[in-house]
Structure formats: structure tokens, C-alpha cells
């Protein structure tokens, strides 16, 4: 089972730039199938309300449910006093199961991180490359799993990539996704340094290609079982540990969209879950 764990779907309302104007999925899902790709975890572009964007990507999700798992952006600042509210509605409504934070827009802050401990949901973080927020995110967050996408820096700052390994080994909550990571040996150097069980295979669709992507991992020359840990076990076993269940569905928010989407109430994502193998990813 291959999972991409990186990849943007859905229209961005700013359109100054590709990443906040729009993300088609169908290029992505033709490029992702010929790789071999499995399943893809997705969330939306920059966006002015991610609220709104985070119903759009739920509504990309219910096309394909077979192949998409949804993840919910939030705006640690123009969110703030709304960040439960929303990645409640998200996990229990939407069926989302994970949180995605963007530096750019703020880093993560307590109510965020409070959000994510609640549902066990592992908190995507990009830090473009200011690596040294991970020591304060890891450490005071010690139960909840943060995924570094880019290796801690997409424009290639090894400085950042190496901070970031160092991280893997230092703590048990800190993982890392490969989209993006140009510097292949930081790469192996994660690997053989933290363990294949701290790194996860992402694209960063559908801007970067996918077939491109994985064909990094397969240049590593693992194991077999250190690499199907990396492109799909290891992301498989933090969405495991979600806590969707325990909080039953509330209109906690009033974000539209809400009717057509009472399907995805059923869990079904739970359900693709549980159902995929596990044996061969333990370590």
C-alpha cells in the first residue's frame, strides 16, 4: 500500500501565484495511478477562509473516496478562538484525519496543537525552514505527531534539513515527508540516522510530479520493509492512532456546505483504514 502523504487539492481564492490559485486533482490522480500510488492525503491551497476551503476538499474527497484522505488547513492567527471548532466540524462531519498548518500563514500555537492532541491527529507543519520551532512544537506537545513536510525546508536549505534529522532522532513525536527535498543524501542521512519509521513519502501534488517523487525513495536501495514503511506504512500507522470516534458529529461551526456532505459521517475513511494490512509494516 503506497500513500502519498503531501499533496494540495482544490481553488485557492488569492491567485497570485500557482499554490493559492488552483490545485487540480485529475492530473495528479492520472500521474499518481501510473506511479503506483495507492492513496493520497490532501489539502487545500492558500486560501483566504480555510473553513470554506476545508468543505471544498471534502467535497474533492467524496469524488474518490477509494483515493483520497482529507487533512484540514487552519490559519493559526485568523483562526484563533475558532481552531476546535473547526478541526471538530473537520474530523466528525468532513472526515478529515489530520491538521495542516503553514508557516507562512503562522506557526502552530497552543490552541492549534490543543486541537490536534484532542483528536490524536497528526499536525502537518511546514516551517519553511525555521527548523528551531519543532524543539518548542515537540516538546511541549510531547503526545501529539507532527509531520515536517520538505525535510523542514522546500526552498533547500540544508541548514534546516539538517536540523530537522537531527530532530527525528531527538524526539519520538517528529516525522518527516520527503516532497519536495532536492538534497537527496539529507535524504539517507534521515534514514540511516532516525530510522525508515521516521520518514514518509509525500509529492507535494499536483504542482511536483509524483512518479518523480517516489523515485527518490526507491534510489535509497532499503529493505523492503523499510521502504514500504516509508511510502505508506508509517503515515498508515499515525492516521491509526485518530481519535475521530469519541466525539460524536455537532454543528459546532456554521460553514456551508454541510448537507451534501452528510455521508461522509459514516467514517468511511475508517473503515479504508482498518482495513488495510498492518502485519508488513511493523518494525
Partial sequence: MIIDCHCHAGKGDLMTAPWNTD???????RRARAAGIDKTIVFAPFHSDYAKANVQVAHIVARYPNRLIGFAF?????????????????VTHLGFRGLKVHGRDGMPTREVCKAAQAFRLPLLVDVIGQAHVVDMLASQYPDVNFIIPHLGSFRGDWRAHQQVVDQLVRYPNVYADTSGVRRFDYIAQAVSRAGAHKVLFGSDGPWLHPGVEIHKIRLLRLSQREEASILGGNVLHLLRGVRANQYPPRASLPIPAQQPLKALRLNRVDKVITAMPQQEYEL
Fill in 23 to 29: 490545485a487540480p486533482i485529475e492530473p495528479y490522480l
Fill in 74 to 90: 487552519v490559519h493559526p492567527i485568523r483562526d484563533a478562538n475558532r481552531i476546535f471548532p473547526m478541526v471538530e466540524y473537520a
